[in-house]
């Protein structure tokens, strides 16, 4: 089956400064890999997907992730944190097609 | 217009009462699912529904179930709810390999 390592669980920043929040997963073939954030009470929505095309990814909000088959991540990055970018972020991996198998999150927490 | 929707919000009710909880999807996907949220955050699948075949996790009671009463609605029943079902539930529906979510149900039991 699939799975998703969400390395921190919690990741505190300064405001201005790089996001780094890693993910690694777990695949018998190369998978669709996801991440999605979850503001404070909101739904999920998508920031970016991987599909076998381009490695490196870009998307809303000045998110990017790369795919790096050879160390199985899948880490996001973001130049520049702003306040607005606290929220729960989650790595998710398509499994066979059935479903969409999440990691257990990582909080990023934005300092002024 | 709101892409996948879920009704009510929140859902506040007694031990051993039965509800149930309304998804519609407006993206004409084949595919929808249940999620179940805990307390830690955590997301777990508990049902697909694609083109009228279900898939059930196991491990979901099955005081759960999901009734399709076609291909944009996918309606979560559950019975004799219980303290420990108490979680955010969030409906997805999919299509060419991405989800789209709603904004999740609340469910809280007093």
């Known amino acids: 089956a699939q799975s998703v390592t969400q390395l921190d669980s919690h990741v505190s920043v300064s405001e201005g400064t790089p996001v780094l929040l890693r993910c690694n997963y777990s695949?018998?073939?190369?998978?669709?890999l996801f991440w999605y954030v979850q503001h404070p009470n909101k739904g999920l929505q998508l920031l970016l997907k991987?599909?076998?095309?381009?490695?490196l990814v870009k998307g809303i909000n000045g998110f990017e992730a790369e795919f790096k088959k050879s160390e199985t991540s899948f880490h996001l990055t973001k130049p520049s944190a702003h306040m607005s970018d606290a929220a729960e972020y989650f790595c998710?991996?398509?499994?066979?097609?059935?479903?969409?198998?999440f990691g257990p999150g990582t909080r990023l927490s934005v300092l002024p | 217009d709101t892409a996948v929707s879920q009704t009510p919000k929140y859902l506040v009710t007694q031990m051993g009462n039965d509800k149930s909880i309304k998804c519609e999807q407006n993206?004409?996907?084949?595919?929808m699912y249940w999620y179940k949220q805990d307390s830690k955050k955590f997301l777990k699948i508990m049902f697909s529904?694609?083109?009228?075949?279900?898939?059930i996790n196991e491990t979901v009671p099955n005081r759960f179930s999901p009734k399709s009463p076609d291909k944009a609605h996918l309606n979560l029943h559950i019975n004799s709810l219980e303290l420990g079902d108490s979680a955010v539930y969030f409906c997805?529906?999919?299509?060419?390999?991405?989800?789209?979510f709603g904004q999740g149900t609340r469910l809280t039991v007093v």
């Open positions: 997805a529906s999919s299509q060419g390999g991405v989800a789209f």
């Open positions: 695949s018998s073939y190369s998978p669709s």
């Open positions: 991987y599909t076998s095309a381009a490695t």
């Open positions: 998710v991996v398509d499994n066979y097609g059935q479903n969409f198998v």
């Open positions: 993206l004409g996907h084949d595919t």
């Open positions: 529904y694609n083109n009228k075949e279900l898939i």
